[in-house]
């Protein structure tokens, strides 16, 4: 009773420590929430609408890609450019899906499973798969390689393969998924595409017009002066003038948020010391290389190139190899000698009379159950000897869908390609192979049925080992150039003085005054994508720390920044600049000319400093004329000037003209409304396209962040 007594009588305190605990618990949960909606709303790639694109999206999108170039090139590593080629088109893929569903979505318009069955495996196969189901002997489509491609891939049960089978199987599944994807979204913009041209359809009048425009075609003289021909110091150019014109056509001058910058490259090449260490290490080996009998493991483990363990004809071999091989015996050494920044040496292994190529099949069948593989594998090469078909059994049978479709036709293939294709026990076996018989080839995962098909006649063939020590700078000289560098930045705290330091240290200042967050490439430097990530997260009049890409030291310094809306004026003046100068220019020459009073081409011409050309075959809708280039003022003009009249002067892009019609030529085509739609679609068909993007994009609010993450 005590004890109840004294919780009552502190009842209060207890409501207050109740309430702290209570108030703590939740705050301490709204704000793991708050961090939790923070850390997702900070995830944005980009932002299309209101919509975010996450960096899960976005790397989703680029191992698709990637995944897909690489099963299409056959390549396993893709280079550095083609890489930042699949990051933009990652990007450009995901924004453009976006705008195009907001699009489609406002009228009801998508792509039904019906739809895509039809495009996909149906009567009206898309040309993207087309392509890539084509018969080798034929070139054309051919739909049954499609459909066992189809069976193969999708009817193999997970777990039933291991090993390089297992991926391959996993990466042809991939592909066909993001085919479907591709090819769905494709089938998407092609409707809204298709919409937009039927919407646009001229009416009777406009063919009239269409064909009206270009039924007569000109031939005439002309002359012109340059605008170059007046010097830009003549021409006075106020900042009011500058204004206005920016201010008429500032909707142009859109941008993502920019920055200049000012950087210098400093390039890490060898030194002198770094060849001659480089002379004396292949110098010490070459005596092993002439006499050793185990040329791959010297090979492997001392050259920059590993050991080619194959024949080659000597019609591949061209310039100091060729002449070698051509007067040495075997075991005679070529070398060392520079070439390239490498020293090399070669040694004659073999020479040979024997086919170039031979032309081969294969069965592929797995190795995870080994007595039950090999016990098929009898069985298979049972059923061939007594004259079964090798092409239903590789459909029926073989992992290797690159080939099955194919009956297993491996095509032509050198001994480089088998060996680097693969493999070394795959390529003798093809070679040193007698006849059309059958044989075995067994590796880690699988084993092979093979039988050659084909023989190039035999060629004289040289097997020639290889050595090759690449020139790289030591660490002696990169450290030496890295201070070098690392020096001028210790005293650069500022861009003036990064600017002066720079200059005194002989580096070539180089200016970029337009970086965008898309951009990886800076000037030469085809990935600089850490440098342009610096500029976009460091304020003006940051200086960077030294970079290290592709064999050279970058530097550089934010000069400014442009945020993202309109470009300002101090960035568009060059342009508009140019385009006032020539509006004044033409005024000059124009008022000059017309106070001579001038009558003819000859007198224009001398008065223009120039000299008379002539134009042939320009109509009303003729866009570039041989010889000039896009004036539409002269395209305007010329049909509908009289013949053997000397013209005014003419404003034109480039300078000003004056011209005369020699002659005009009608077609005798009569009209034909329907060549006339037959060409404007034409026409529309190939703008639309590109356009409609264009549009939907200057139209949308689309946030680039990727330089906060890639």
């Not at 009228?107 to 018969?135: C, K, Y």
């Not at 180089?510 to 965008?516: A, F, V, W």
């Not at 320009?618 to 004329?625: C, E």
């Amino acid at each position: 009773m005590a004890t109840l007594e004294k919780i009552r009588r502190r009842a209060g305190l207890l409501a207050v420590v109740i309430g702290f605990a209570l108030l703590a618990f939740i705050m301490g949960d709204l704000l793991s929430s708050g961090q939790t909606l923070f850390r997702m709303s900070a995830d944005k790639v980009a932002e299309v609408n209101g919509e975010r694109i996450t960096t899960g999206q976005y790397q989703d999108r680029v191992d698709e890609i990637t995944e897909a170039m690489k099963l299409q090139t056959g390549q396993s590593a893709l280079s550095n450019e083609m890489s930042i080629q699949i990051n933009q088109n990652a990007y450009e893929s995901l924004v453009s899906e976006i705008l195009i569903n907001d699009a489609t979505q406002k009228i009801g318009m998508t792509v039904s499973s019906e739809e895509l069955a039809d495009i996909l495996q149906g009567n009206n196969i898309s040309p993207m798969i087309q392509q890539l189901f084509r018969n080798p002997q034929t070139g054309e489509f051919d739909k049954s390689m499609l459909l066992n491609f189809l069976q193969n891939v999708l009817s193999i049960e997970e777990g039933a393969l291991g090993g390089a089978q297992a991926e391959q199987l996993a990466m042809y599944k991939n592909f066909w998924l993001y085919l479907e994807k591709t090819i769905k979204q494709q089938r998407l913009i092609d409707k809204y595409n298709g919409l937009l041209v039927k919407a646009i359809m001229p009416n009777k009048l406009d063919l009239q017009a269409a064909y009206d425009a270009g039924k007569e075609s000109v031939n005439f003289l002309y002359t012109v002066q340059p605008y170059s021909s007046i010097s830009d110091s003549s021409v006075t150019i106020g900042k009011a003038e500058l204004q206005k014109l920016y201010d008429s056509k500032k909707e142009l001058f859109k941008q993502d948020e920019t920055r200049e910058i000012k950087y210098f490259i400093v390039d890490i090449n060898p030194s002198a010391e770094d060849y001659k260490l480089t002379e004396e290490k292949i110098a010490e080996l070459k005596g092993e290389f002439s006499t050793t009998t185990d040329m791959a493991d010297l090979v492997n483990l001392n050259s920059d190139q590993p050991y080619l363990d194959a024949y080659v004809a000597e019609s591949d071999l061209d310039g100091d190899l060729l002449s070698f091989v051509k007067s040495a015996q075997v075991n005679d050494v070529k070398g060392p000698f520079l070439e390239n920044d490498s020293y090399k040496m070669y040694r004659l292994m073999g020479k040979i009379m024997a086919p170039d190529s031979v032309k081969a099949r294969h069965i592929v069948l797995p190795l995870q159950d080994e007595a039950n593989a090999l016990a098929l594998t009898d069985s298979l090469i049972n059923v061939l000897n007594n004259g079964g078909d090798f092409t239903a059994l590789a459909q029926e049978f073989s992992v290797d869908q690159s080939t099955a479709a194919k009956g297993g036709d491996l095509g032509w293939f050198t001994e480089v390609a088998a060996l680097n294709g693969i493999g070394q026990e795959f390529k003798n076996a093809c070679f040193s192979a007698k006849g059309n018989s059958y044989f075995t080839v067994r590796s880690d995962y699988v084993i092979q049925i093979v039988q050659v098909t084909g023989r190039t006649k035999d060629v004289p063939k040289v097997n020639v080992a290889a050595f090759v020590m690449d020139v790289l700078p030591s660490s002696e000289t990169f450290n030496s150039l890295y201070n070098e560098v690392n020096q001028c930045l210790a005293n650069s705290t500022d861009l003036e003085k990064f600017e002066t330091n720079a200059t005194e240290k002989g580096y070539q200042l180089l200016t970029d005054k337009s970086l965008t967050p898309s951009d990886y490439s800076l000037g030469t430097v085809r990935d600089a994508r850490q440098v342009i990530k610096w500029a976009f997260n460091n304020k003006k009049g940051s200086v960077s720390e030294i970079f290290e890409i592709d064999n050279k030291f970058i530097a550089a310094a934010v000069v400014n920044i442009y945020p993202r809306g309109y470009a300002s004026l101090e960035q568009v003046e060059p342009v508009l600049r140019e385009e006032l100068l020539s509006e004044k220019k033409s005024q000059i020459i124009i008022d000059d000319l017309k106070a001579k009073n001038l009558t003819s081409m000859d007198a224009y011409a001398q008065a223009m400093n120039s000299a008379i050309d002539t134009a042939k075959y320009v109509t009303f809708n003729t866009r570039r004329i041989t010889g000039i280039g896009e004036e539409p003022a002269l395209c305007g003009l010329v049909p509908y000037a009289a013949e053997n009249q000397v013209s005014s002067p003419v404003k034109g892009v480039n300078g000003v003209y004056v011209f005369s019609v020699l002659s005009k030529t009608a077609s005798d085509k009569p009209f034909d409304a329907k060549t006339e739609q037959a060409n404007i679609d034409n026409m529309t068909s190939y703008r639309i396209p590109y356009q409609t993007m264009e549009v939907l994009r200057r139209k949308a609010d689309v946030i680039d962040n990727r330089i906060a993450f890639f």
